[in-house]
């Protein structure tokens, strides 16, 4: 079997495809769900942290989506 490089004109595979799809859509529903929980929002370090994990979580998981856009050829 043949290792795929960075530049394979092959994507993942249909099974990959979609658990890679899941994992990218259940990170950008915690990055919204960050915010909907109550929590300790008065101290501003909170909030700073909640802005830079939801923003972190919300890319990536935008990443793996696009990443499981990727088609067969």
């Known amino acids: 079997m043949a ?4 530049n394979s004109p092959q994507g993942p595979g249909i ?3 979609i658990a ?3 994992a990218g859509l259940a990170l950008m529903i915690a990055a919204v769900g960050l915010w909907l929980t109550p929590g300790l929002d008065p ?3 909170v909030s700073l ?3 830079g994990l939801s923003l972190f979580m919300a890319l990536g998981g935008w990443g793996l989506t696009a990443m499981a856009r990727l088609r067969r050829i």
């Open 20 to 22: 890679i799809g899941l």
């Open 49 to 51: 942290m909640k802005l």
């Open 3 to 6: 290792m795929l490089s960075a």
């Open 43 to 45: 101290f501003p370090e």
């Open 15 to 17: 099974p990959a495809r």
